[in-house]
């Protein structure tokens, strides 16, 4: 006897049923699915490039949000997720200072053609900015002795 309309028949034992029209079967369970031939790993989103040993000395002050980074290839800002780097062949001149409420660093990076950036981290305390200015004046001046 046929099954009843709008019901399909259930499998035969052994045998899968045949896909739904329009829809490829779905893998069988347990059997790994080997991929195309023709296709290729993922390249990353971005080249990594290996980062050069410091060649001299470095200075970083960080806070929740922001960053400033001097070592051997110049200076680098993070303010709130973006970043800028100034290698010190681009650089006129570096200036800081405390900030008006004496818990913040305040850098400026002058650019060759005029053009300056800044960026401000916040201290912990007056005693954490001191210890920033006193590692950060000799880092400068072996970066750039003339200022």
Known sequence: MPP????????LY??????????PAPPPYGH???PP????????????????PSEGPEFMAVDRHNSIVVDSAGVAFEDHGRSA??????????????????????MAVI???????ECVVD??????????????APVLGHYRPLG
Do not use: C
């Not at 309309?5 to 499998?11: E, N, S, V």
């Open 37 to 52: 031939p023709y296709s290729q790993p993922a390249p990353p989103p971005y080249p990594q490039q290996p980062q050069p």
């Open 85 to 106: 780097e100034f290698p010190w062949h681009e650089i006129r001149s570096v200036h800081y200072k405390a900030g008006p409420n004496g818990k913040t660093l305040m």
């Open 14 to 23: 052994g045998h899968p049923a045949p896909p739904p029209y329009g829809h």
């Open 123 to 136: 201290a912990k305390g007056r005693d954490l900015l001191g210890r920033w200015f006193a590692q950060l």
């Open 111 to 117: 650019h060759l053609d005029g053009r300056f950036y």
């Open 32 to 34: 790994p699915v080997a």
């Open 4 to 11: 009843p309309y709008g019901h399909p028949a259930p499998p």
